[in-house]
């Protein structure tokens, strides 16, 4: 097993390919760049994963509640601009 790390953008939806059994750790900024640590199989299938940001104060469908789950929460800009990120699922 192995810890990798993935660079986000800043949009609001967006996929990344990771292995197929990628345990999330977390999710903060280093140098500016909001990056996803997970650790995984290095022999694991690759797959794409989806992610959506929402920034604080931004609606979330109620609905869309049931098919994303919470990974965590950074800041950029000396904090004046908060995320929050959560991968879609199935």
């Avoid at 760049?33 to 994963?49: H, Q, S």
């Avoid at 604080?56 to 601009?81: P, R």
């Avoid at 908060?82 to 699922?89: A, D, G, I, P, Y």
Wanted: glycine residues 6%; proline residues 2%.
């Amino acid at each position: 097993m192995t810890i990798f790390k993935y660079e986000l953008q800043t949009i609001d939806h967006q996929k990344i390919i990771m292995g197929a059994d990628a345990h999330i750790l977390c999710v903060k900024v280093q140098k500016e760049v909001p990056v996803i640590w997970a650790l995984t199989d290095e022999d694991a299938p690759l797959i794409k994963r989806e992610f959506i940001l929402f920034g604080t104060g931004h609606d979330i469908n109620k609905k869309m509640l049931e098919h994303i789950g919470y990974i965590g929460t950074f800041q950029l800009a000396k904090g004046s601009l908060v995320f929050h990120l959560f991968e879609v699922f199935d």
